[in-house]
Every structure is written in C-alpha cells, then in structure tokens.
Antibody, heavy 121, light 112 residues
Framework: EVQLVESGGGLVQPGRSLRLSCAASGFTFDDYAMHWVRQAPGKGLEWVSGISWNSGSIGYADSVKGRFTISRDNAKNSLYLQMNSLRAEDTALYYC??????????????WGQGTMVTVSS | QSALTQPASVSGSPGQSITISCTGTSSDVGGYNYVSWYQQHPGKAPKLMIYEVSNRPSGVPDRFSGSKSGNTASLTISGLQAEDEADYYCSSYTSSSTLEGVFGGGTKLTVL
C-alpha cells in the first residue's frame, strides 16, 4: 500500500525548533520529488517546501525561507523538515506529499494524514 | 510567491455544471503546464483531481475536467453530485531555478 506517515508535530514555544519526519512506503521513494504543505486551522493550503529526487533542487516559500530546512534520506525512505525560530503563524497541520515527477512542484498525488504543529507560549 | 486567485465560493444544483477559475501570472500558471487541482473534504487530506492542466488520475470521474488559457486555469465539474461538495484548490509550479510551487486560496463548492 502506498503510504506517507508524518510524525514529530506538537506544542512548541515561539522561537524554538521542531523536526518533522515523513516515512514513505509502497513506492520507489527516490524516483520522486517530495514536498511539505501546511494548512492553518480553518485556512487554505500553503506550499511550504519541496526537494527533488536527489536533493539537487530545493525550494522554500518566502514565509519560511531562512528558518526551515528540508532534507531527505533515500536509504531510509524518509523526508524531513527542520523548523527553527518558530512563530505563532507557523501553527498548522503539516502534510507530506509526493510529487508525480522527480524534480518539479507539479502535482501531488499521494498525501499523508498530517502532523499538527502548534506554536504558543 | 503570491497565492493564485480563486473565487471564495461557487454553487450549483445536482446535475448542473460549474467552473472554478484559478488566475496567476506568466511566472506560474501561464508559464508552465504544471497546473493541478485538489479536492478536500472536511477533516480529510487533499485528493489530486487534475494534473498537468487537464489530465485525470486513475479513479477520478470524467465529470471532472481542466483547461487553461493564458494565466487562468479552470476546473469544470459536470453532472454535479452531492459528494462533490468540498473545498477545491488549484496549484502551479512556479520556478524552474528552484523547486517551488504555489496554491490558490481555495473555493468552497456547495451543491444546493
């Protein structure tokens, strides 16, 4: 079964850090780009960051540039998001999503169920 | 990286057709054929409905179709059904120098 399972979310104080993980199974992980997409409570989807199949191409939304770092470990079929200097506006459900191609942000055909990040003192 | 522009809401009666627009710029929607559409029911993860402007993934009914003209993409749902009531989001690739994407603000579809 094709599956993405996120973990690592939780309650964190402003200014602190958190690392999200996404475990992939059921497909050849290193054939595809991967992304993080978030959704604040009651709001729409926001693309956060993406990484190509070989980590050669990486992109970030302006809202997280310089604070978040995406990475992947193809040997472990895993995607990560290191989030530093967290702000209240980073509070959201964070989804891991698989791209249909190796090096684009073109179409996200597989999604996890999300992990909730709450930034609050 | 400005969000793509979608209408906040659309509505239609069962059996009717509706169209949701998604307006961007020549740097995203108009510059690439990597426009996709997602359906999201409350409390659920998004589901891919259309990719590369007009292609349907396996399992998506042919009542769903996509198109693009210039900087505006469109999702059309024909023969509306009650289960089509959901939020719909468009997305586009927006950079080839780095790997970047952008979503629209979302459209709430109400089936009357």
């Amino acid at each position: 079964e094709v599956q993405l399972v996120e973990s690592g979310g939780g309650l964190v104080q402003p200014g602190r850090s958190l690392r999200l993980s996404c475990a992939a199974s059921g497909f050849t992980f290193d054939d595809y780009a991967m992304h993080w997409v978030r959704q604040a409570p009651g709001k729409g989807l926001e693309w956060v960051s993406g990484i190509s199949w070989n980590s050669g191409s990486i992109g970030y939304a302006d809202s997280v540039k310089g604070r978040f770092t995406i990475s992947r470990d193809n040997a472990k079929n895993s995607l990560y998001l290191q989030m530093n200097s967290l702000r209240a506006e980073d509070t959201a459900l964070y989804y891991c999503a698989k791209d249909m191609a190796p090096a684009t942000a073109g179409a996200f055909d597989i999604w996890g169920q999300g992990t909730m990040v709450t930034v609050s003192s | 990286q400005s969000a793509l522009t979608q209408p906040a809401s659309v509505s239609g009666s069962p059996g009717q057709s509706i169209t949701i627009s998604c307006t961007g710029t020549s740097s995203d929607v108009g510059g690439y054929n990597y426009v996709s559409w997602y359906q999201q029911h409350p409390g659920k993860a998004p589901k891919l409905m259309i990719y590369e402007v007009s292609n349907r993934p396996s399992g998506v009914p042919d009542r769903f179709s996509g198109s693009k003209s210039g900087n505006t993409a469109s999702l059309t749902i024909s023969g509306l059904q009650a289960e089509d009531e959901a939020d719909y989001y468009c997305s586009s690739y927006t950079s080839s120098s780095t790997l970047e994407g952008v979503f629209g603000g979302g459209t709430k579809l109400t089936v009357l």
